[in-house]
């Protein structure tokens, strides 16, 4: 079928539907919901036969949902209405919430039910359960509601609540006022419900020392403790930790209020250093936090007990288990450092294989942009952090004493995408998306990537992926030996398929064989052109993109970054994802063409 994606923004739900749809041989096209007039160009260039709705925020117009068969993917169980869906399951403590596609129709999120799957909650936050449990029962829900309009036989369930299977209802969105923290009465799951409920938007709006910030990312702190509920009792890595009635809980991020946005073509002019977009907790404090107390975590920290941590360290059976878990992927210079420092660490340790685990959403997308464009010079700290990212990958590719495993759960991008296939095994997880591609960004790339990618998946196809800045799903990655091994998308059975892999390597046979084969490749690798002349051309190219220039005549990577972390919305959609914009150009040229007599 001809089926067109109508989606506010091209986000990891969107781009697994676009992957999942194309690779079963449907003919796809994407516009993003920028107005009205956008998607309805869209459906009349490409003229589709199904439209499917991954993500939206916006109303479909009626003439496009009246005269065309639109499918809105909805976070919720059947019943379940309104833009607030996954962050009411959360703060109600459901114990089972769902995922529906439903048919668009005047009245929102109210048209019959084409499909519908539901999961077990967990503890996480919003965007951490969107992006496991909601991604994986959307995409099963929308594939057998494709199933079934393909059939041209079932017939589509009106939604009707006198049903007793239907237990959604309409909700209002939530506001700031019923999120609010009581700190002098919430507890510690309560305060973390409460953010989970709102992370990774819109944050908890809170006070701290008379100022107003959004609150994000929570974890439970179960050795520290204060006397003042609400009050800052110490800090670690960006990450302030707050008294409770029962305890402390950590916050990773924070956003003021009320700060106004610089506009691009101003922002080398003198203003105010406060940020209109995320940022660690002690970064947005700056100086406010001078007396606060540090509170030190091992570099390869093993302990099993609630805290806040990004790097922490498992090991068992001759195998070393290294998670890194930087919020939404992002890798900063002093975490890039840091990880260095534990992956020595790591690799220290009497085992026989090391296992990269990455991080719970993400395993990494590379630099960390929001990080770089809040600094005093931009350009200088870009390059300090692809330096520090440099030097870890590094240090992967040369570790000789033992076998390394990139085990992928969490997506990746860019120079993490790259950064994966440093290792000499590279797992993932049957749901991952990768963007191995820099030029959104307006980058070359670095990570090695010219040494590491076409070594696995050759020249032309190297270039295929760095040039399209599309997607791939874990079948198209191990077609192309991107990948070895595809594993399970479900969490539990991911992990002992990991373990059962990784000790199996650790007892094989032939291993000091292996290790020496290792070595051996690497030395002659090597001989034919050393690593640091792979690094020193890439950063002669990072070097003239960080300078302001433009990479492929395209994009200015000053403007992408100041775009993407304030979140500025795209003029159009991109010509890569809207195959009926070319289909239209390329209607236009053929008109364009002189006429033969």
Known sequence: MRILLISSSYNGLCQRAHVELE????????????????IRKGVTFFQPDLIICPFLKEKIPEDVWSKHLCLIIHPGIQGDRGPSSLDWAIMNGEAEWGVTVLQAVEEMDAGDIWATETFQMRQAS????????????AVKAMLLAV????????????????????????????????????????????????????????????????KEYY????????????????????????????????????????????IVKVPFYKRFLPHDRHFDFKLSAAKVLGSALNDTPESPIDPLFVGTEPTFKEIWYEEKH???????????????TLQCRRLLESYRLAVARPTRVLVLAGGSDFWSNGIHLNVIEAAENPANESWRNINAINDFVHEVLTTDGKLTVSAVWGGCGAGGAMAILAADKVWAREGVIFNPHYKTMGLYGSEYWTYSLPKRVGPVKALELTETPLPIGTKKAKAIGFIDEILSDHYDEYWEQVRQKAEALAKEPLFSRLLEEKRELRQKDERVKPLSAYRAAELQKMKINFSGKFYGGEVNYHEARYNFVHKVRPKETAAYLAKHMRLDAAKLSELRQPLAY
């Open 215 to 258: 609150l994000f990312g929570a974890h439970e702190e179960s050795l520290l403790q204060g006397w003042q509920p609400g009050a800052i009792i110490a800090q670690r890595h960006g990450a302030i930790c707050r008294a409770a009635i029962d305890g402390a809980v950590w916050i990773t991020h924070l956003k003021r209020k009320h």
């Open 126 to 137: 919003k965007a951490g359960i969107y992006r496991r449990e909601v991604t994986r029962a």
């Open 318 to 332: 001759q195998v070393g288990y290294l998670h890194f878990d930087f919020h939404n992927g992002a890798m900063s």
């Open 147 to 210: 199933r079934r309009i393909e059939s041209g036989s079932y017939r589509p369930e009106p939604l009707d609540y006198s049903k007793p299977d239907i237990r959604g209802q309409l909700r209002p969105p939530v506001k700031q006022q019923e999120r609010r923290i009581d700190w002098e009465h919430d507890t510690v799951a309560t305060i973390i419900k409460k953010i989970n409920a709102a992370d990774s938007a819109p944050g908890v709006l809170d006070v701290i020392d008379g």
């Open 23 to 38: 690779a079963l041989g449907h003919d796809l096209s994407i516009t993003l919901a920028l107005s009205p007039d956008d």
